[in-house]
């Protein structure tokens, strides 16, 4: 083989592990979907979680509202944990006296997406439910108890996108992965509680990590460039 093939082969090395190195390191894109399905305590549900901030609301005959606010979206690059928030909570209590007690059964659909030119997507559901107890505002003081639970399956769940596995974990335990919301807050206000899981990735296969695939294509490069240069002279 001669020089100058050589140099255009160790070039092209170097641009595709670059590109190997960028691919490699790329951030992915999780975005969710939430619904709320039914409700118990008598009340009306609306479902407006499609749109980034959209809001469900379970609202009681007497006013008290539970809130699920959709997170639009994150990022994070595979192999790094993630604990990602999939929905604020809050709990919006009127003056009725006694408490107000109800739940609700909600599903959130959490979307993994490769940014890539052609890169997949893929997607966990989460279900659960989540009660109130004696939720009140007396005299000015908000009073009551939170609990959520996810349904099975609930750990762990996984997926394959475009070479890299994603496993979503949560609990049935009661609030583990929960942030328990401020009574008397709406999901904007301060001390509103959220839903959450914990999301990992690694790649199916053993690759080589990107810096050294990258410190790999240089040299070769290099060695490519300099070998052409010295051709013409």
Request: glycine share 14%; net charge neutral; aromatic share 6%.
């Amino acid at each position: 083989m001669n020089r100058k093939r050589f140099a255009i082969l160790t070039g092209l090395a170097l641009v595709g592990s670059l590109v190997a190195g960028v691919r490699a390191d790329a951030a992915y894109s999780y975005s969710t979907v939430l619904t709320i399905n039914s409700g118990t305590g008598g009340g009306a549900i609306v479902n407006s979680t499609t749109t980034p901030g959209g809001i469900s609301t379970y609202t009681l005959a007497n006013g008290t509202q539970l809130q699920f606010q959709n997170v639009a979206n994150g990022l994070f690059i595979p192999g790094s944990p993630l604990t990602p928030v999939i929905a604020n909570v809050g709990i919006v209590p009127t003056t009725a006296s006694p408490g107000s007690t109800f739940s609700v059964t909600y599903t959130d659909v959490v979307t993994i997406t490769n940014p890539s030119p052609g890169g997949s997507t893929g997607t966990f559901t989460v279900t659960g439910t989540l009660t109130a107890n004696n939720v009140a505002l007396t005299s000015g003081q908000f009073s009551g108890t939170t609990t959520n639970t996810y349904s099975a399956p609930t750990s762990p769940v996984t997926i394959t996108v475009d070479g890299n596995t994603f496993t979503l974990v949560v609990s049935g335990t009661p609030d583990v992965g929960y942030a328990t919301p401020t009574i008397g807050q709406p999901v904007a206000g301060v001390g509103a509680g959220s839903l959450s899981a914990n999301l990992t990735s690694a790649p199916i296969s053993s690759v080589p990590e990107p810096a050294s695939v990258v410190m790999m294509g240089l040299g070769l490069g290099l060695v490519g460039l300099v070998g052409l240069r010295r051709r013409s002279n």
